[in-house]
């Protein structure tokens, strides 16, 4: 009865997508347990490139289920349209395929208005979300006015409740955030149809998942996000509204600890950051440009979601260490080693200074963060193009020097090594 749960270590865009398409292979059901289309997850199969915001990359894979579990935050609009490109390029997207939890939440307009509201109020301390209303819609599932995606169910009784929440919010959006009124009457005949499109996809998730847990089946868990967007562990208040970290997964999904057997990291073998915040390691000059590549290529730092740059440093141990412990990681997944061909030297942090101390551990608060300066450890780059290596013992002296020593400052063995984009550029140790 095997539980296998996959997280982002740092803050997101860890290459997830890679791994749990790797993985997927070998399970039944793969769960997306939280976020919504703040995501964006990118496989490439053979000279296909998808990138998945909503469905879980499980799939890809012709009969794998996959479920979509009560701790997220769903956009009909978006999840239709995501179906649709699915559809029209082969993928069967059918109800027996793809299950949403009754329990997820629902992402209407009016709480993208009120995410964009919310940043523009923020000036110099925006976050930097993706306006994707995923922020205004966790609000409203705290403050128990959510719309669930149970309500689907009937979808004219439907239509009304989303009427009668565009006309409360419209009071918010106008009065408090001097934005335009939303069309309360277009907007629910519009999410009538949604529902009449996707009530045969409503089901319980966690009962779904327990029987087939019983039956030894395998399910694969897809974290999104990463671990310092963790809205309790992350770097608060530059975090997303979710629980990303692996306990996300239990809560999200309504599955208990005793099933989880295995749960992989996934890391950058640099790290990268969209949004605001501290971020120690960043490299602002050349270095930094040549981890974030000009945009020209797919695989280049630019976000999935939104295409925006992303920002770029050296990897970072104190964080991967943090997230061995709140993730309680067994394994890593170390991808897109082959960005860091060409430097002479290559840096991990392995502490902080800050005001002269030395931090061995992450510090929790965002504003001691922001202070923080990384403590090297220097070590010999390498030249060679390793895209095309299928094996550890192949890779230039200095990649496996380099893969070692996170596997030494973590405590925790590498399970993979990206190498490229392609399902087939992995290593498995
Ligand atoms: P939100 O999730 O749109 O509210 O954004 C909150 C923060 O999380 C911002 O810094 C976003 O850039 C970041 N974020 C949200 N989702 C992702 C993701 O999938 N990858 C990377 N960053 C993300």
Redesign the pocket.
């Known amino acids: 009865m095997p539980a296998v749960i996959i997280v982002?270590t740092q803050?997101?865009?860890e290459g997830k997508g890679r791994v749990v398409d790797w993985m997927t292979a070998q399970a039944d059901l793969v769960a997306r347990y939280g976020?919504?289309d703040?995501?964006?997850?990118t496989v490439t199969v053979g000279e296909e490139r998808f990138a998945l915001h909503l469905v879980p990359s499980g799939i890809l894979y012709p009969n794998k289920l996959c479920l979509m579990g009560a701790g997220m935050v769903i956009s009909p609009a978006r999840l239709s349209i995501e179906m649709d490109d699915l559809a029209a390029r082969g993928v069967d997207v059918s109800p027996d395929r793809l299950k949403i939890s009754v329990g997820a939440h629902l992402i209407l307009p009016y709480h993208i208005v009120l995410?964009g509201a919310l940043e523009a109020g923020r000036g110099k301390g925006a976050?930097?979300?993706?306006?994707?209303?995923?922020?205004p819609a966790y609000t409203d599932k705290s403050a128990r006015i959510g719309l669930r995606a149970g309500a689907m169910r009937d979808p004219e009784d439907f239509a009304e409740k989303v009427y009668q929440a565009v006309e409360d919010k419209n009071r918010l959006i106008n009065r408090v955030y001097g934005q335009a009124m939303l069309d309360s009457q277009d907007i629910a005949a519009e999410y009538c149809d949604y529902a009449r499109r996707l009530k045969p996809y409503l089901t319980d998730v966690s009962l779904v998942i327990q029987q087939a847990l019983e039956e030894g089946q395998m399910l694969l868990c897809e974290g999104?996000?990463?671990t310092l967007?963790d809205l309790n562990h992350g770097t608060y208040p530059?975090?997303?509204?979710?629980s990303p970290i692996a306990g996300g997964a239990l809560t999200g999904l309504g599955f208990g600890p005793r099933h989880v057997t295995q749960v992989i990291g996934v890391s950058k073998a640099y790290t990268?950051?969209?949004?605001?915040?501290p971020f120690v390691t960043e490299l602002t000059g050349t270095q930094g440009e040549k981890l974030r590549g000009t945009g020209a290529n797919p695989w280049d730092e630019f976000?999935?979601?939104?295409g925006?740059p992303?920002r770029c440093g050296w990897l970072d141990a104190v964080i991967l260490r943090y997230a061995v412990r709140v993730n309680g990681l067994t394994h890593m997944a170390l991808t897109k080693l082959d960005i860091l061909s060409g430097f002479e030297t290559v840096k991990i942090a392995i502490a902080y200074d800050y005001r002269g101390e030395r931090l061995e551990h992450l510090p929790l608060d965002a504003e001691v963060l922001a202070e923080c300066r990384p403590i090297y450890e220097e070590l010999p780059g390498w030249s060679e193009d390793i895209r095309d290596v299928r094996s550890l013992d192949a890779l230039p002296a200095a990649a496996r020097r380099y893969i070692a020593r996170v596997e030494t400052l973590t405590g925790v063995p590498v399970m993979l090594i990206g190498v490229g984009p392609g399902r087939e550029q992995a290593i498995l140790p």
Request: proline share 0%; net charge positive.
């Open positions: 982002g803050w997101g865009d976020g919504g703040n995501a964006g997850h995410d976050i930097g979300t993706t306006k994707r209303g995923i922020g999104a996000q990463g967007l530059f975090v997303t509204s979710s990268t950051r969209v949004g605001a915040g976000g999935t979601t939104t925006r992303r």
